[in-house]
């Protein structure tokens, strides 16, 4: 069993910064693909961002690319997401994913595909 607990979000203006932290409880991190989601009000949940468990191979949202970076610490359990220059659009609760069998950049970006989730912390970007 693995739990996930996600930090960071908060209140920013349009074009700051924000980073997300999510730390996992378990042994199993290391070997788990981690992933971040979002959900704004009424629409469904999509993908942002993966890293794979071995070579740390980073996939991105095109909404998000060049803007935020993933990456993850294995020794402390954590994976983050950098977030810069953001946009009202990016306003939505930010959920934390972990799967241990996920093996194409395709299926990272499914979120059925991945066993435990974070309860989520939410991000507001004013404008």
């Known amino acids: 069993q693995v739990q996930l607990v996600e930090s960071g979000g908060g209140l920013v203006q349009a074009g700051g910064s924000l980073r997300l932290s999510c730390t996992a409880s378990?042994?199993?991190?290391?070997?788990?693909?981690m992933g971040w989601f979002r959900q704004a009000p009424g629409k469904e949940r999509e993908f942002v961002a993966t890293?794979?468990?071995?070579?740390?191979?980073?996939y991105y949202a095109d909404s998000v690319k060049g803007r935020f970076t993933i990456s993850r610490d294995n020794a402390k359990n954590t994976v983050y997401l950098q977030m810069n220059s953001l946009k009202p659009e990016d306003t939505a609760v930010y959920y934390c994913a972990a799967d241990k069998d996920l093996a194409t950049a395709q299926a990272m970006g499914v979120p059925d595909y991945y066993d435990y989730w974070g309860k989520g912390t939410l991000v507001t970007v004013s404008s």
């Open positions: 890293i794979t468990k071995s070579r740390g191979s980073t």
């Open positions: 378990g042994r199993t991190f290391s070997t788990s693909v």
